[in-house]
């Protein structure tokens, strides 16, 4: 590994307890009880009515109260961030006890009486100016996604807890995700006449994960209870597969290896990486037609493997109990940069869930838009090719907006395959009122790869006299070693 890696990955120290910060919180708690409880109805109770199965989806809040407990901050670490603003870092650990009350119209209430949420807080600050407030926004996010546990009342506590607990833990923790944790982040927005273009913050890079095999995880021999509790249970071979996941990025899953405890894959797939504290799960499970049992989970982070060189063995636990098993990993890290496209083309990205680069779409202001504020509820979807399909937050007539001049603040990222990458195809800026296209523009592949630093930023004509603010640009792969003499970016 470049030495310059090492360093970096080192040379962070454990964080302080900073108590006047938890002393501001429980200042601020009733406040902070006050929105959170609006923002938890506006935003999930939408989600219970799509997401939710059967009666579930009928769920509604009849009274949130989070509690006079405020949530604790420790472990606090600052530097300075890639865009030189500033970056702090810190465990959040919230044990409250709640009174939230839920209602739907063909099932009895329930309640949550007591909440546990536990994560690792990335908060961004910037950029930095000279002007008060001094920084233009925040920016919120968990590194991982965070523990949460609900305790029910009501309805909850027969027979179906289960599934309302996983039901309705799930949907939250969807919502975090999407929103707050890495590569999402929730952003605040401090300064009015903040550049959201210049608070955005470029991935790190691309780990490339191969799943390497599993051995010792159900030998009937074992005294281990896991293991001899899996091999009464499956009596014949397990058809085992690996599922992955780094941080909150889309998983991945292995082929199914068939009649094995001793399951070889040598299968490979990439993930971004946006902090290197990010943890790589992996979760081994025998496939069945009645659902896939889990055998065992190991848990490791993005700086963890570097560090070890690349390769690891891992140990497998289940349902928290060693289970004597392993699993082996071996990874190559690179370095995201805007490298000309060399990386476009290479035989080294060749390979169905292997990139050869990211492509970072940012949309910013609309202006121009033509119509009655009534009747206008614009957004901006961006598209490339068949597969990938983004779509901004729509937004409606309010006070304080102007619909006519929106303002959108999102970013999109699409990953680039070397067959993709290669057949040049444009990307689609489209603006939208409702479900229908008022305006749009191709913006070429190759305009972008040959701007500046691979980033095309511009007002885009979608015609009619309507512009569209929006910034792309391109990033390809390169190994760590290949920039032994750079500087690598700040976490």
């Not at 293991?227 to 499956?234: G, M, Q």
Request: with cysteine.
């Amino acid at each position: 590994m470049a030495s310059n890696l090492v360093e970096k990955l080192t040379a962070e120290g454990k964080g302080e307890q900073a108590a006047f910060l938890n002393e501001i919180v429980a200042q601020l708690w009733p406040n902070i009880s006050v929105a959170g409880s609006q923002m938890t109805k506006d935003i999930v109770e939408p989600m219970f009515k799509s997401m939710l199965p059967g009666p579930l989806s009928g769920l509604h809040f009849t009274k949130i109260d989070l509690g006079t407990v405020p949530l604790r901050l420790n472990n606090v670490r600052t530097v300075e961030s890639t865009t030189g603003g500033i970056k702090l870092d810190m465990n959040v650990d919230w044990d409250g006890e709640c009174d939230i009350q839920l209602d739907a119209s063909m099932m009895p209430a329930l309640g949550v009486k007591h909440v546990k949420l536990r994560g690792r807080l990335s908060v961004l600050l910037g950029p930095l100016t000279n002007i008060i407030p001094l920084i233009g926004a925040a920016q919120v996010s968990f590194v991982n996604p965070p523990m949460l546990e609900l305790d029910f009342t009501g309805a909850a506590n027969v027979a179906d807890f289960d599934a309302i607990d996983g039901a309705v833990r799930g949907v939250i923790l969807s919502i975090i995700n999407s929103m707050a944790t890495l590569p999402n982040r929730y952003l605040v927005t401090l300064d009015a006449k903040n550049d959201y273009f210049k608070t955005f913050v470029q991935p790190l890079g691309v780990i490339r994960i191969t799943v390497e095999k599993a051995w010792d995880f159900a030998e009937e021999e074992s005294q281990n209870k896991a293991k001899k509790l899996f091999a009464k249970l499956t009596r014949a071979a397990p058809d085992c597969y690996t599922k992955v996941e780094v941080g909150a990025e889309p998983e991945w899953k292995t082929t199914t290896k068939n009649n094995t405890t001793h399951p070889s894959w040598d299968e490979t797939s990439d993930f971004v990486v946006t902090d290197f504290d990010q943890c790589i799960k992996l979760h081994l499970l025998d496939e069945d037609v009645n659902g896939d049992d889990e055998v065992g989970m190991a848990v490791t982070t993005v700086k963890e493997v570097l560090l070890g060189g690349g390769r690891h063995e891992l140990a497998l636990t289940h349902k928290g109990e060693e289970t004597g098993g392993k699993v082996s990993i071996a990874c190559e890290y690179y370095n995201l940069a805007a490298d000309g496209g060399k990386s476009f083309s290479a035989a080294a990205h060749h390979g169905p869930a292997c990139m050869c680069g990211v492509a970072n779409i940012l949309v910013g202001n609309a202006y121009g838009i033509k119509g009655q504020r009534e009747q206008l509820t614009p957004s901006v979807k961006v598209s490339w090719g068949q597969k990938h399909t983004f779509q901004t937050a729509v937004k409606t007539d309010a006070p304080g907006t102007d619909i006519n001049n929106p303002t959108f603040d999102q970013n999109f990222r699409v990953p680039l395959h070397v067959d993709s990458a290669g057949s040049g195809q444009p990307f689609r800026l489209s603006l939208m009122n409702g479900e229908k296209e008022i305006g749009g523009v191709d913006v070429p592949f190759d305009e972008v790869l040959k701007a500046p630093d691979m980033t095309l930023e511009k007002k885009f004509d979608v015609g009619g006299g309507t512009t569209v603010r929006a910034s792309f640009s391109l990033r390809g792969l390169v190994h760590h070693a290949e920039q032994k003499q750079q500087t690598l970016p700040q976490r």
